[in-house]
C-alpha cells in the first residue's frame, strides 16, 4: 500500500520567515494530494491540495509543489504569523479506493 | 449545519463496556471515512463507505470494531469490550467529487 513520510516532524521559525514541509509517498498511482492544518484541540481543516497534473498551486500565503518523477510534494508558507503554528498533516491518495494515507505530521511553531 | 457533526464530543467509558459513536456526513455528500487519532500521533484509517459499495474495513485493529452506515448518510462506529488502548479521537470525514475529505469535530473516547 501507500506510503507517506513527512518531514520534518517539528519546525520553528520566526514571524515573517517562510516555512517548508515536505512529503514523499511511494505509489507512483497517487495522484491526489491534500494538506490539512490541526490546530490544538481542532479538527483537520483542508487548506489546500493538489493534482498529479499540475506542479505548483497557490493560495495566498500558501504554495504546494508537486514532483511526480521524484514522488514528492512540498508546502510552503511565506510571511509566517503565529496563528500559523498549528500541526500540518499531508496525504496522497489515487482514483478508485479513495483512501488518503496520511503523513505523520509536522508541528510548526510560529514565534512573534 | 454545513459541516461534519460527530456525538458524542466526549465519552468516558469503563473498560470491557461497548461504545457507539455517531457521525452526520455532510449532506450530499457520498464517501465516508473514520479515523483514529491518538494523542500527539497521526491520522490512522479505520473504514471506508462509498456509496453503496462494500465498505473498505481493512484499518479496523480488530473484530472488536464495526461501523455501519444505513441510507447511505449517518454512520455509526461501535467498539465492543473496550481497552484502554482504544482511548483517542475517532474523526470522521465525508467526501463529495473534487475535494478532499472535510472533517468532524470528533469524539475523544476515554477508557478508564
Known amino acids: 500500500g501507500e506510503n507517506v513520510e513527512q518531514h520534518p516532524s517539528t519546525l520553528s521559525v520566526q514571524e515573517g520567515d517562510s516555512a517548508v514541509i515536505k512529503c514523499t509517498y511511494s505509489d507512483s498511482a497517487s495522484n491526489y494530494f491534500p494538506w490539512y492544518k490541526q490546530e490544538l484541540g481542532k479538527r483537520p481543516q483542508l487548506i489546500i491540495d493538489?493534482?498529479?497534473?499540475?506542479g505548483e498551486k497557490k493560495d495566498q500565503r500558501i504554495a504546494v509543489t508537486l514532483n511526480k518523477t521524484a514522488k514528492h510534494f512540498s508546502l510552503h508558507i511565506t510571511e509566517t504569523q503565529p496563528e500559523d503554528s498549528a500541526v500540518y498533516f499531508c496525504a496522497a491518495s489515487k482514483g478508485g479506493s479513495y483512501i488518503p494515507t496520511f503523513g505523520r505530521g509536522t508541528s510548526l511553531i510560529v514565534h512573534p | 449545519g454545513a459541516g461534519v457533526s460527530q456525538s458524542p464530543s466526549n465519552k468516558v467509558t469503563e473498560k470491557g463496556k461497548d461504545v457507539e459513536l455517531r457521525c452526520d456526513p455532510i449532506?450530499?455528500?457520498?464517501?465516508l471515512y473514520w479515523y483514529r487519532q491518538s494523542l500527539g500521533q497521526g491520522l490512522e484509517f479505520l473504514i471506508y463507505f462509498q456509496g453503496n459499495s462494500a465498505p473498505d474495513k481493512s484499518g479496523l485493529p480488530s473484530d472488536r470494531f464495526s461501523a455501519e452506515r444505513t441510507g447511505g448518510s449517518v454512520s455509526t462506529l461501535t467498539i465492543q469490550r473496550t481497552q484502554q488502548e482504544d482511548s483517542a479521537v475517532y474523526l470522521c470525514a465525508s467526501k463529495t467529487t473534487g475535494t478532499g475529505p472535510l472533517f468532524g469535530p470528533g469524539t475523544r473516547l476515554t477508557v478508564t
Open positions: 449532506s450530499g455528500h457520498t464517501a
Open positions: 493538489i493534482r498529479s497534473n499540475v
